[in-house]
């Protein structure tokens, strides 16, 4: 049993590690997408503002995009299809040209932008599940999808009152896709066989457990995502999302939930595409889909101004990530970008904030005190969540009048 118990372990890491397909061209339940939606965006952008683009935020090293995007002088030349040596190309402006000068969210006014808030995960029964779920002792369950969605309620009166019209993502303690994991049986078992192989030698049992984690992470990582992304680009079609999250740090002994002394916050935005994630079809078109909507500058100035206001309202330290899978952007602590499927399928400026580590000392705390007391909890770490994010905002508003 020890060596199947290793094996299972190894594989979901691999599960909570990728939410791709392993041999498809595709990311897992993605689709091929459509070059030719690109054609609009010809001569728009200056060989340098493309390259500028590219090597600062969506992708910095060029062993990572260079299998895939070929510069030329009047071009970028973009593969289209994994193994394949179909290319579309992207032809630049010339430099000599002006520039179309950039305007926040199109030049509209705030009064006109309309603002999506995307409350992280799902919580209520379902917590468990997405393994966003802890207890401590005699203490109330921390559920990570009930935290964001009680910042989201705060929040949707009180944007109201900066003109801007606010739309809740999700509502309730319930999922946004009508699907559920054993509707992704067919797909979870292909992929459990395609792992294991034919002469594999785990139990049934371990099968077993191995096809509910699949089916389970189709569900809420993937297909929920999926869900919440046709929701936005096909009914809200927002200016902007904001996506709200909780963090939280690894466990000092996973034997042993001990709360950790960390406690900080930082905000990302969609970029640092790695090399493995530009091999899929899907993922390097929707990077360059959001490079030629110059999505970017705008999130980051909207982060910035996130970052600044969480420093504010908290206190908090700054988190720095230390890996490949994150890229420092501009000078404000706290902004960074990473490649994630939310960020990189909602097709808008998107900025994901991740404020306060729920298992550390200081937060945990005060989750539960307002678990306890509720939404009538004064200065509760909910409200500060909130006025946060009103003060961020605020900021982005009276910039938005001088353009980015």
């Not at 009680?150 to 809740?168: E, F, I, N, S």
């Not at 501009?330 to 490649?339: M, T």
């Not at 990189?344 to 306890?372: D, G, H, M």
């Amino acid at each position: 049993m020890v060596g199947g118990v290793h094996l299972i372990y190894l594989l979901l890491l691999i599960l909570s590690c990728s939410s791709m397909s392993l041999l498809a061209k595709v990311s897992t339940l993605g689709q091929t997408p459509d070059w030719s939606e690109l054609n609009r965006f010809q001569q728009v952008l200056s060989p340098e503002e493309f390259v500028h683009s590219l090597t600062t935020v969506y992708c910095p090293r060029e062993e990572w995009w260079s299998p895939w995007i070929k510069i030329e002088k009047d071009r970028a030349r973009i593969r289209k299809s994994n193994g394949g040596d179909a290319w579309y190309d992207l032809y630049f402006r010339d430099s000599n040209k002006t520039r179309p000068p950039q305007t926040v969210l199109g030049g509209k006014p705030p009064h006109e932008w309309v603002v999506a808030i995307d409350p992280g995960h799902i919580g209520g029964e379902w917590a468990k599940m997405e393994r966003r779920e802890f207890s401590i002792d005699q203490g109330r369950p921390v559920r990570e999808g009930e935290l964001s969605l009680a910042v989201a309620k705060d929040l949707l009166p009180r944007l109201q009152t900066l003109g801007v019209r606010p739309v809740l993502i999700r509502e309730e303690l319930q999922p946004v896709t009508p699907r559920r994991p054993v509707d992704f049986r067919d797909h979870a078992q292909a992929w459990v066989d395609q792992i294991l192989g034919p002469d594999s030698n785990a139990t049934s049992e371990e099968k077993s457990a191995l096809l509910q984690d699949r089916q389970e992470l189709l569900f809420y990582r993937v297909d929920e995502i999926q869900e919440r992304a046709r929701l936005v680009n096909q009914s809200i079609q927002p200016d902007l999302v904001i996506c709200l999250h909780f963090n939280a740090a690894p466990w000092p002994d996973p034997e042993k939930q001990q709360l950790v002394e960390r406690d900080d916050h930082h905000m990302l935005v969609n970029g640092c595409y790695m090399g493995g994630e530009l091999a899929y079809d899907d993922q390097r078109f929707e990077m360059i889909w959001r490079l030629v909507n110059r999505w970017s500058k705008p999130e980051q100035r909207l982060a910035e101004c996130l970052s600044h206001a969480f420093s504010k309202a908290t206190a908090l330290p700054t988190f720095s990530y230390k890996g490949p899978n994150a890229l420092k952007i501009g000078d404000v602590p706290g902004v960074w970008a990473r490649n994630l499927l939310a960020n990189r399928r909602y097709f808008c400026p998107v900025v994901f904030l991740e404020p306060y580590v729920a298992n550390s000392q200081s937060s945990y705390p005060r989750i539960q005190k307002w678990l306890e007391k509720g939404a009538g909890e004064d200065a509760s770490i909910i409200t500060e969540y909130a006025d946060a994010v009103m003060l961020g905002l605020e900021s982005f508003i009276r910039e938005s009048k001088e353009g980015i």
